[in-house]
């Protein structure tokens, strides 16, 4: 797998002491900051390609099942994006700033050319290829975007990149992260700020 992605899991999986320490603390939920349409619009993914990448992309510890909500929760996100809405800002930030503009036709797009990419060396879609083989191509389209650090999705160079930086951002993966049921931005009782946070358990992969 590319540099970029093991980065970005590295990055993840080798959470600190103190954010272990903020997790045990009881937290109920918030609404997330970014401005969603009432009535969205069609994100026009080839979710074949998206479906095949995306089991390379997120962590091998999540499930077919787990693998594929997180895919289908980063297309409803994408799908509920107002372009250009007015940024919420902190108190003392009087200046007015806008979220950046639609990014889901340049990740249509790279997904249409990731599947080329495949046709062109290997006479078929990305999506029926065995998994060496896409992720030789994941490789070579991935490589040039490595960083030490995971961009927030609409920073994102590549849709894929997006796609794992919304799942990290979700509960499950800081229950992952921490092989513990931290249950981020979720309601817990007063209680829980004084014990250590449940573990997972054992996960059956798929």
Not at 3 to 30: H, I, N
Not at 38 to 63: I, K, M, T, Y
Not at 112 to 121: C, F, M, N, P, T
Not at 173 to 180: E, I
């Amino acid at each position: 797998m590319s540099d970029a992605l093991d980065s970005s899991r590295r990055t993840l999986l080798k959470a600190g002491a103190a954010a272990a320490a903020l997790a045990a603390l009881p937290a109920c939920a918030v609404e997330e900051r970014r401005p969603a349409s009432d009535e969205g619009r069609p994100a026009d993914f080839d979710r074949a390609v998206l479906d095949a990448a995306a089991d390379l992309v997120l962590p091998s510890e999540l499930d077919l099942v787990q693998r594929r909500a997180a895919t289908d929760a980063f297309v409803r996100w994408v799908e509920g994006y107002v372009p250009v809405a007015e940024e919420m800002h902190g108190y003392g930030y009087p200046d007015v700033r806008y979220l950046p503009p639609d990014p889901a036709p340049n990740w249509r797009a790279q997904l249409e050319g990731l599947d080329l990419l495949a046709q062109r060396r290997h006479g078929a879609r990305f999506a029926t290829l065995d998994r060496t083989a896409r992720t030789a191509l994941l490789d070579d389209v991935l490589r040039p975007l490595a960083t030490d650090r995971l961009p927030a999705p609409l920073a994102a160079p590549h849709v894929l990149l997006a796609l794992l930086s919304h799942w990290v951002g979700q509960a499950d993966a800081w229950d992952l992260a921490f092989d513990a049921r931290i249950g981020r931005n979720t309601c817990r009782p007063l209680d829980d700020a004084v014990r250590q946070p449940r573990p997972l358990g054992p996960r059956s992969l798929g």
